[in-house]
């Protein structure tokens, strides 16, 4: 089993900025690809971004390029989102996954999850 564990959420205005950490244990970091989804009420879970075990490879939802960044460190067994210019359609649950397939945007691709980090951006 590997454990997820997010942190960085909280209130925001619209414009600001926050940055979400992941912490992995349990498993070998390296060997997954990571993800970040949301799910606001009432919606389904929808892939944000997913960065390669290398991180060299990223891939992002067409509704966050341009404004989030995910990145990794594999010494600290961590992955971040960076978001900036945020919106109030940005508030949502935020997760973490890992999944063994790079470049996966179905929630089904990943197997371990975190309990979820609440994001909200005030208007």
């Known amino acids: 089993q590997m454990q997820l564990g997010e942190s960085g959420g909280g209130l925001v205005q619209a414009g600001g900025s926050l940055r979400l950490s992941c912490a992995a244990s349990?498993?070998?970091?390296?060997?997954?690809?990571m993800a970040w989804f949301r799910q606001a009420p009432g919606k389904e879970r929808e892939f944000v971004a997913t960065?390669?075990?290398?991180?060299?490879?990223?891939y992002y939802a067409d509704s966050v390029e341009g404004r989030f960044t995910i990145s990794r460190d594999n010494a600290k067994n961590t992955v971040y989102l960076q978001m900036n210019s945020l919106k109030p359609e940005d508030t949502a649950v935020y997760y973490c996954?890992?999944?063994?397939?790079?470049?996966?945007?179905?929630?089904?691709?990943?197997?371990?999850w975190g309990q979820g980090t609440q994001v909200t951006v005030s208007s």
């Open positions: 349990g498993r070998p970091f390296l060997g997954y690809a």
């Open positions: 996954a890992a999944g063994r397939l790079p470049g996966r945007v179905a929630p089904a691709e990943y197997a371990f």
């Open positions: 960065i390669s075990w290398s991180g060299g490879n990223t």
